[in-house]
Structure formats: C-alpha cells, structure tokens
C-alpha cells in the first residue's frame, strides 16, 4: 500500500531570527506494509539507533516509524535462541503500547526497555504451549517499586526480534506469570550474575 503526503520543506535561505523566505512543497509516497508501519523504497525498516536514548519522545507519543535497536547481550541471545538478531520495534507496536499502558511515559518506555533488554535478571516463557516463540525478560531494578518487562517475539522465521510490549510489573503480577508459566510447561529463571 502507498499513500501520498504532502511534506513542507522550508529552505534556508534566511537569516536567524527572520521569517522564511521560501517554502518548497513535495509530495512524497511514504510506503507501507500490511500493518500499516513505514518502510524504505527496498521494503526495509526506516531508522536504526545505537542507543535505546536514541529514540525519541514522540516516537513514544505520535509513533511514525519502526525503530531498530541493537543486539542484546550474548547470555541474553544464546539463551532464548536471537541468532544475533537485533530488536526491533514497530510503529504499530509503539501505538499499542501507548494505547495499553497509558500511565507509562516516554522516559518510563526507555528505561523499562533498557533494564529488560540489557540488564535482565529474570527470563523465561510464560505461555509456551500458546506462544512458543515468546520470551519474557525482566529486570528487577526497582524503580517505583515494580520490575520492568518486555517481551519478545523471538520466531526464528522472522528477520529480527520484535517486542511485543513493555510495561512496569510488580511483585504479585511477577508471582502471577510464574504461575501462569508453570501451567503452560513453561518456566520464568533467575540469570545468573
């Protein structure tokens, strides 16, 4: 699918503190996939950041492109089979998860998703009878007195690690999931330091 929007983009041919002198209007095909996220001219993702800091509030807010993040760690990827595959967030994610944990902000999503990914102390599947590709990764850094989790869609049929969502838990839901995960052949474990 390919939709058209109009991009104004002023040129800079006027002095700081002055109004623009000239405006350029271009119609630009911004193109889609099925879910309605943006990709490139090749069908590719739009932006890839070094840093989880790297992306920005309104992606958070008023989401308008996928977001590529970088490799977990290696005890992290050998354990819930990555294949080195780098993280990737989709636009349609970023809207879902705004939708779902409204009491989450911008700077809340950064950390939650730093300390999950990057500094994980809780791993496993909870839901691996419905769900056999998705991994949960908690961190247990305690900020607002909750554990921070996300969780991964680790189908190895798929070119990157997709987060499904992130989100503050706390100690009764954490003791839920290991109930839940025991029903379900599953197992949450603690990562060794």
């Known amino acids: 699918m390919v ?6 983009v002023w040129t800079k041919t006027w002095s700081p503190g002055s109004e623009p002198k ?24 739009i ?20 977001i590529l993040l970088p490799k977990l760690p290696l005890d992290i990827d050998i354990i819930i089979g990555a294949r080195g595959r780098a993280v990737l967030i989709k636009r349609s994610i970023f809207m ?9 902000v911008p ?7 730093m300390s999950a990914l990057f500094n994980t102390n809780i791993y496993g599947q909870n839901q691996k009878k419905r769900r056999p590709f ?23 049929k798929k070119e ?7 989100h503050y838990i706390n100690d009764k839901s954490l003791n839920s999931l290991k109930r839940q995960a025991a029903r379900e052949d ?5 990562l060794p330091s």
């Open 96 to 104: 879902k998860n705004m939708r779902d944990h409204k009491d989450v």
């Open 134 to 156: 998705y991994w949960v990764l908690i961190s247990n850094d305690r900020e607002c007195g909750k554990n921070k989790l996300v969780l991964l869609d680790v189908n190895p």
């Open 47 to 66: 932006a890839e950041v070094s840093r989880i800091e790297d992306v920005t509030d309104k992606d958070f807010t008023n989401p308008a492109r996928n």
């Open 22 to 45: 000239q405006q350029e209007v271009r119609i630009v095909a911004d193109k889609q996939d099925a879910q309605g996220n943006p990709i490139d001219d090749n069908g590719r993702l």
């Open 186 to 190: 599953g197992q949450l474990l603690i």
């Open 3 to 8: 939709t058209k929007r109009q991009h104004i």
């Open 160 to 166: 990157y690690i997709e987060i499904v969502h992130w």
């Open 107 to 113: 700077n809340q999503s950064r950390s939650i998703i």
